[in-house]
């Protein structure tokens, strides 16, 4: 995927591919093939399951077969940068040194596209490893504005996503995040202070405060990850592509009337949506 002899510059390269700069040099420990199959098993039942914590996820592991312990699937969860989604007192993702925003979005009526944009990241898996996959959507219209692949969990990524949508886009009004630690910091929240950008986040666990993330999670995987085994980055990142613009222009919301999000965003009359 990255040819360091090439004549092209590796940071060149890596921003043809719409991969994060950092993980060009990072070398991840390979994992054994029962591991990336429990990975991807826990991926599904998280995706059921939201609120399935390590202990519920190895019962149904083992229901399916898998000889597995409590402390394995904590390990694999903690990997795959997920974990159950509840009210509760603190995240493990989040970092106790950096300040968490208040939730804006409650009672708010979102009636137009750029009023309201949210992001998150997701696992993916793929033959042979996997990767996380950040988005960035339009709250009224569901238009994904942005993304970008990283094999790691780093900020760098997740901003230069950000700033690909506000290059296309414009400004939204508000951002919305959960608490995880790539959006509280300094880099990831500094940019959005730069645009003068109001930021709100997730109650800790509340993943219904941004669902339309979580229901584009939920659509990319059932109707475009789990049906293939991506052998590369690179073949992910094509296969993606081709399914974002279908999702983005081809494929009817019934949140949206029918329309596509394409459809909605650019048509001249806002849409009313609560929040």
């Excluded at 993943?207 to 073949?235: M, Q």
Aim: proline share 4%; aromatic share 10%.
């Amino acid at each position: 995927m990255i040819d360091k002899a090439d004549p092209l510059p590796v940071v060149h390269q890596a921003e043809a591919l719409q991969i994060s700069r950092s993980s060009i040099y990072y070398e991840a420990k390979p994992l054994c093939t029962a591991d990336l199959e429990l990975m991807r098993e826990i991926d599904r039942m998280h995706l059921e399951f939201p609120f399935a914590g390590a202990r519920m996820l190895r019962g149904l592991l083992r229901r399916l077969g898998h000889k597995i312990g409590r402390r394995h699937v904590t390990t694999l969860m903690r990997l795959m940068g997920i974990e159950a989604l509840y009210r509760k007192r603190s995240t493990s993702r989040r970092n106790p040194e950096h300040h968490v925003f208040p939730y804006l979005l409650r009672n708010v009526t979102i009636e137009r596209p750029n009023h309201v944009w949210c992001a998150d990241i997701t696992y993916l898996p793929m033959r042979q490893g996997f990767l996380y996959l950040f988005a960035v959507l339009d709250w009224a219209t569901r238009r994904v504005l942005a993304w970008r692949l990283s094999n790691t969990l780093t900020t760098d990524f997740c901003v230069e996503a950000v700033e690909d949508a506000i290059a296309r886009h414009g400004l939204p009004e508000i951002f919305n995040t959960d608490q995880g630690s790539q959006f509280t910091a300094a880099a990831f929240v500094g940019l959005l202070k730069e645009h003068e950008i109001q930021i709100s986040m997730d109650g800790c666990g509340a993943w219904r405060d941004n669902v339309f993330v979580e229901r584009f999670w939920r659509s990319i995987k059932y109707e475009e990850v789990y049906l293939r085994a991506y052998e590369s980055a690179s073949e992910a990142r094509a296969s993606l592509g081709r399914y974002i613009a279908f999702y983005n222009e081809q494929r009817p919301h019934s949140s949206l009337d029918g329309l596509t999000p394409d459809a909605v965003y650019f048509a001249s009359e806002p849409l009313a949506e609560a929040a």
